[in-house]
């Protein structure tokens, strides 16, 4: 039992340092950087659309690290609702979660467009350079790797059982996910010109590398043996 627990709890503190860490460098930017107090949407100053830009990638990442080591170790939402019952409503928690990181981008994109002061043309080009690579690693997550993998199924279907995907994008990195994944983030804060939307995509970019150093690749090595 208490083996148990200290995996569940297994690098999660270098996780609350970091989102702590998180905190404390957004407010610092908030109520220093004048930027961050540029603009408004639908009557809403940008600092409040900042704010609920940081906290969904914050409030997605816990959720999906409790979860999947409560699930993982404890068999904690399965052994009560059944793993396919379970595995349906957070995944259904996930996809909300995940989807406000994109929405409240583009709502703070908006709030503080014009504020990136750069080229036009080179923004489009980044853009046109961006887009196809984020096609193709969602074309080769729904083609390859799977939507229910991506969502996690290994640690709720304990029977499940499939090698690490080398086909589509996963032929070139083992981490298609991480790398390339999150770059959509960045075109509506390029396509508006937002300087805080575009903290706040390279704010995800990074700190989704937290998830994966604290909980998904110790708990790939605790199902699978061993991680990408």
Known sequence: MALKMSKIFEYQVWHFI??????????LFGKYVEVFSAGSLFGVDTLIWF??????????????????RLELYKNYFSSRFGWKRSFLVYRIGFSLLFG????????????????????????YLLVAFITPIVAYLFYSVVRYFTIERAYGIDHFDKEYDVPYV??????FTDNGMYIFGLL????????????????????????????????EKPDMQEIYGQAP
Do not use: C, M
């Open 184 to 215: 959509i983030l960045y075109i509506p804060a390029l396509l508006l010109f937002s300087k805080v939307a575009l903290v706040v995509a390279v704010f995800n970019h990074l700190y989704i590398w937290v998830h994966y150093f604290t909980t």
């Open 100 to 123: 406000s990181r994109l929405v409240f981008i583009i709502f703070l994109a908006y709030s503080n467009r014009g504020t990136l002061l750069v080229d036009p043309f080179s923004v």
């Open 18 to 27: 970091a989102l702590v860490l998180s905190v404390v460098v957004f407010i």
């Open 166 to 171: 080398k086909e589509g994008i996963f032929r």
């Open 51 to 68: 704010a609920l830009a940081v906290f969904f990638p914050l409030a997605h990442q816990l959720y999906v690290a409790v979860v999947w």
